[in-house]
């Protein structure tokens, strides 16, 4: 049993990088988002690239493609998706912090609510440190704003994953209304 699923970017028969872990909670029910870089030790790393190539001996694919893994009991990557013919939900956010030195990432989601303006939230977020501007070491950009609808988040930092659970617990308080249970 594990919280986060692993999870590779492929285009073609190489690994764009190194895996991002897909996060769940509410015991596996509720998909937290992406965190950027895995968790995992660099042999799981190195097996799942095994098993991609192993799938791309027989389909031959040539552009970006993606694997979800779950781990089993004994700690062995098993393949649970395939995503294949669009490029995948974080790849641009995952191609920037692979390209842009030491950054750890946290792609996730929230409900806006009805009236809540993309203004409002940006003021928010800055008036409490947690807005991500060049130059800055850790905070918070939004990928997508749309009130009354689900919207994606990113969290990034240089320090580790420790400073991305400390973001995102200070953005869950500050936006306690975009949380909704159930709509995540």
Same mark, same amino acid.
């Given at each position: ?42 042999? %799981?790393? @190195? ?9 791309? /001996?027989? #389909?031959?694919?040539? =552009?970006?493609? !993606? ?11 098993? %393949?649970? @998706? ?9 790849? /641009?956010? #995952?191609?920037?912090? =692979?390209?842009? !030195? ?83």
């Amino acid at each position: 049993y594990t919280s986060c699923s692993p999870t590779l970017y492929m285009i073609g028969n190489s690994a764009c990088g190194y895996m991002a872990d897909q996060c769940f909670g509410d015991k596996m029910r509720v998909n937290l988002g992406i965190t950027y870089p895995s968790k995992v030790p660099i042999w %799981l790393f @190195d097996r799942c690239v095994e098993i991609a190539k192993a799938v791309n /001996a027989e #389909w031959d694919l040539k =552009s970006n493609w !993606g694997l979800d893994f779950v781990i089993n009991q004994h700690g062995e990557p098993v %393949l649970v @998706d395939l995503n294949m013919g669009r490029p995948n939900g974080n790849l /641009a956010l #995952w191609l920037w912090a =692979s390209r842009s !030195g030491q950054w750890f990432f946290h792609a996730g989601r929230w409900y806006i609510p009805q009236l809540a303006s993309l203004h409002e939230t940006l003021e928010r977020l800055d008036s409490h440190g947690l807005l991500w501007t060049p130059g800055k070491a850790a905070g918070v950009f939004l990928i997508q704003h749309i009130p009354g609808h689900l919207s994606r988040y990113a969290i990034v930092c240089q320090s580790g994953h420790q400073e991305l659970t400390h973001i995102a617990e200070k953005l869950h308080d500050l936006f306690p209304e975009f949380i909704a249970e159930g709509r995540s």
